[in-house]
């Protein structure tokens, strides 16, 4: 028998590794041996208990059958079982595995055996009712609010205004927004939207709202890389009524935004209309924004203002006080400046009440009006009672007064009184010299009328010859028999005018205008607004409305046979006369005309006559004038007065003659040439010029017109 063989060292020896790996299978194997250990522990013991004590048959069980109720507890441990998989029949045949564990099922089973049997759900009779947990809170549940609580605070509405997480930006919204977890102005997140062309947008959570509030919305964008024309970043707001969407309004958008830029506020206030009952924040970028990343963060939306009056009794009136106080402002200075400004600031009664005194003291300071300012009310009674005191301006005021009634100078010391009195020698000196007698005292003003109507009386039964003791002449009465009688003057003045042109020499002509229209035997041009025309009787001048012209005629059926020769006409009405000399209007006399036939062309010698007592006379030629001389009279042409023109006067052929009533206002020989003579200038005519500024101001119109020669 052979001896044993001893293998080889070397095959038990393991290397560093081998070692580790044996060691790790046995602890992993010790570990399954101890879980499998309790758990068949674990087991057994929850086996006798369930079937040998709270089992149908068990003494537990038994026990708590007899307890009313108590087999609540036998449920409760039905449910903990089935946690750990266990089965079998003791616990009222409760059967199933760890595979059928349903936790939903496992939570009802605890709320309704064991929660609800023992009370611990809230309800109706409970301190606190299960049913104010929703919805409003039951008014009996407030207490009085003490009003120092009360704050003028804004709430902010929107859910998550600085996209604080990923959960800030709702999932769908599209493919191009996305939330940034770096970028932020002043936390990190916000909301990166890549421009790609088309319009996009993202809305907010919605917001119960009421007609009539005030919104005030912002956010704050900044973009980078944007390549984008309009205003394509948005600040919008989208409107809903009952869940349903009604429209959209813009509230603020940046114009033409360049490639980048910095944080920037968009911010604007939307006030709720009519139909409108939620509303949700609407950031949109456009279809303009072609490329580039725009990024929107630390959005805002609250609600402005106060508690409204009208939900306070007694106040409602109020929202019209700041209306009213403005229309009072407005109609103050309107009634004070003229004019029909609205929104004038209350400052502006303070600042014209201010002007108003400085103007008031400059006037009775005997100031240039403007000289003074920031004068108050004090400073003008300071004024009025220097007058009193008499050395101030409204003693020199009587002082003058005095000596420019009375005729004296240099008076001092008058009173009111002294100046009444002078006032009364003036009225007896009035009465006096009227009443053509002397010496009279304690007339007053209705004596001087009473003698201003007798001779008023007088003066109408000269005039009329009727008489006048039982029917005193009114005012009304006398213009009329002075009407009458210049009426009587002009018809006389122009009868007069047909006998001389009858007694005239050379080619005698005449028209007395009695019919309608000036007629075909008068060649007329104009230029402006003006016509020439009769009114039955009398040639008269008319234009536009504030409009200005001028108008020569003459007349084309008979020429003067010598270049000797005279026109004249009789004044129905004076030429206007504006105050201050700023229009006037101008009766002219031709004569030596051609035979023109455009007012471009208009040749022959003109004398004009102008309401103010101007005159001017000049030669034209095919349009162009030469003014040969010019003047001014003091006595004016009135209605019935005759002008009259004559050229070539005792054989001097360019020797000139005007005259008013037969009086030469101007007598002009020609030293030149300038003016023509011969038989192609024989035409004799009139015209007229009206001028406009405030009013129009015609020539005078006429009742007869006259020529010789």
């Known amino acids: 028998m052979s001896a044993p063989i001893t293998p080889d060292p070397s095959i038990h020896n393991l290397s560093p590794s081998q070692q580790a790996q044996q060691i790790q299978v046995q602890i992993q194997q010790i570990e399954q041996l101890v879980q499998h250990l309790i758990q068949t522990i674990i087991q057994a013991v929850?086996?006798?208990?369930?079937?040998?004590?709270?089992?149908?048959?068990?003494?537990?069980?038994?026990?708590?059958?007899?307890?009313?109720?108590?087999?609540?507890?036998?449920?409760?441990?039905?449910?903990?079982?089935?946690?750990?998989?266990?089965?079998?029949?003791?616990?009222?045949g409760l059967t199933g595995s760890a595979g059928s564990f349903d936790p939903t099922s496992l939570l009802t089973g605890w709320i309704n055996d064991l929660i609800s049997p023992l009370g611990l759900l809230l309800g109706s009779n409970d301190p606190v009712n299960a049913g104010n947990l929703f919805g409003l809170i039951p008014t009996n549940l407030l207490n009085i609010l003490p009003i120092g609580n009360i704050g003028n605070v804004s709430q902010e509405f929107l859910d998550n205004p600085g996209f604080t997480g990923s959960g800030s930006l709702v999932t769908g919204v599209g493919t191009n927004w996305s939330f940034d977890a770096t970028m932020g102005r002043t936390n990190p997140g916000s909301a990166l939207y890549v421009a790609n062309g088309r319009t996009s947008s993202i809305f907010s959570n919605p917001i119960q709202v009421a007609q009539g509030q005030?919104?005030?919305?912002?956010?704050?964008?900044?973009?980078?890389?944007?390549?984008?024309?309009?205003?394509?970043?948005?600040?919008?707001?989208?409107?809903?009524?009952d869940g349903a969407l009604v429209g959209y309004e813009a509230v603020n958008s940046i114009a033409s935004p360049g490639a980048s830029a910095s944080w920037t506020e968009l911010s604007?206030?939307?006030?709720?209309?009519?139909?409108?009952?939620?509303?949700?924040?609407?950031?949109?970028?456009?279809?303009?924004?072609?490329?580039?990343?725009?990024?929107?963060?630390?959005?805002?939306?609250?609600?402005?203002?106060?508690?409204?009056?009208?939900?306070?009794?007694?106040?409602?009136?109020?929202?019209?006080?700041?209306?009213?106080?403005?229309?009072?402002?407005?109609?103050?200075?309107?009634?004070?400046?003229?004019g029909s400004s609205s929104g004038n600031p209350v400052s502006s009664i303070l600042s014209t009440a201010e002007s108003l005194m400085s103007m008031l003291f400059d006037g009775v300071s005997g100031n240039a009006l403007g000289t003074s300012s920031g004068k108050s009310l004090l400073d003008v009674f300071n004024i009025f009672s220097g007058f009193f005191g008499g050395s101030g301006i409204f003693s020199s005021l009587l002082n003058s007064l005095f000596d420019g009634i009375n005729g004296s100078t240099g008076s001092t010391g008058t009173t009111v009184g002294g100046v009444f009195g002078i006032f009364q020698s003036l009225m007896n000196n009035l009465f006096d010299g009227m009443n053509g007698t002397s010496g009279s005292s304690g007339k007053g003003l209705s004596d001087v009328f009473g003698v201003f109507q007798g001779n008023n009386n007088q003066l109408f039964s000269g005039i009329t010859g009727l008489d006048t003791s039982n029917q005193p002449a009114t005012q009304v009465a006398m213009g009329q028999a002075v009407a009458d009688q210049a009426n009587t003057i002009t018809g006389t003045a122009a009868a007069l005018l047909q006998l001389a042109a009858a007694a005239g020499g050379g080619n005698k002509d005449a028209d007395d205008f009695e019919r309608s229209g000036i007629g075909a035997k008068w060649t007329i041009e104009s230029t402006g607004s003006i016509t020439l025309d009769t009114d039955g009787h009398n040639a008269t001048f008319s234009s536009g409305i504030l409009a200005a012209g001028e108008v020569v005629a003459y007349k084309n059926d008979i020429q003067a046979a010598t270049d000797t020769m005279t026109v004249s006409v009789v004044l129905k009405s004076s030429p206007a006369d504006?105050?201050?000399?700023?229009?006037?209007?101008?009766?002219?006399?031709?004569?030596?005309?051609s035979n023109f036939t455009s007012w471009a062309t208009r040749t022959g010698l003109r004398w004009r006559y102008g309401g103010d007592g101007s005159y001017a006379l000049s030669w034209f030629n095919s349009g162009s004038e030469t003014v040969l001389t010019s003047g001014s009279v003091s006595t004016k042409a009135t209605a019935g007065a005759t002008l009259e023109f004559d050229a070539g006067v005792t054989g001097t052929a360019r020797r000139y003659v005007a005259k008013i009533n037969g009086f030469p206002v101007m007598d002009f020989t020609e030293a030149g040439t300038t003016s023509q003579v011969g038989s192609g200038f024989r035409y004799r005519g009139f015209g007229g010029k009206s001028e406009s500024a405030l009013f129009n101001f015609y020539p005078g119109s006429l009742t007869q017109w006259s020529a010789t020669g």
């Open 46 to 92: 929850l086996s006798l208990i369930s079937g040998g004590l709270l089992g149908g048959g068990g003494p537990l069980g038994a026990i708590l059958n007899l307890i009313p109720g108590a087999s609540i507890f036998t449920n409760v441990f039905q449910n903990f079982f089935s946690m750990f998989g266990l089965g079998g029949s003791g616990i009222n």
């Open 214 to 241: 005030a919104m005030t919305l912002s956010v704050y964008a900044k973009w980078s890389g944007l390549a984008a024309t309009g205003s394509p970043i948005q600040l919008n707001v989208a409107k809903y009524l």
């Open 268 to 338: 604007g206030t939307y006030t709720v209309p009519a139909g409108v009952d939620r509303i949700r924040v609407k950031l949109t970028v456009g279809s303009t924004a072609t490329s580039g990343s725009v990024w929107f963060d630390d959005a805002s939306t609250t609600k402005t203002g106060l508690l409204s009056n009208n939900w306070m009794t007694g106040l409602g009136g109020l929202g019209t006080i700041g209306g009213d106080l403005q229309n009072v402002v407005d109609g103050f200075l309107n009634g004070i400046l003229g």
């Open 578 to 593: 504006a105050p201050f000399n700023v229009s006037v209007g101008y009766n002219d006399l031709w004569l030596r005309m």
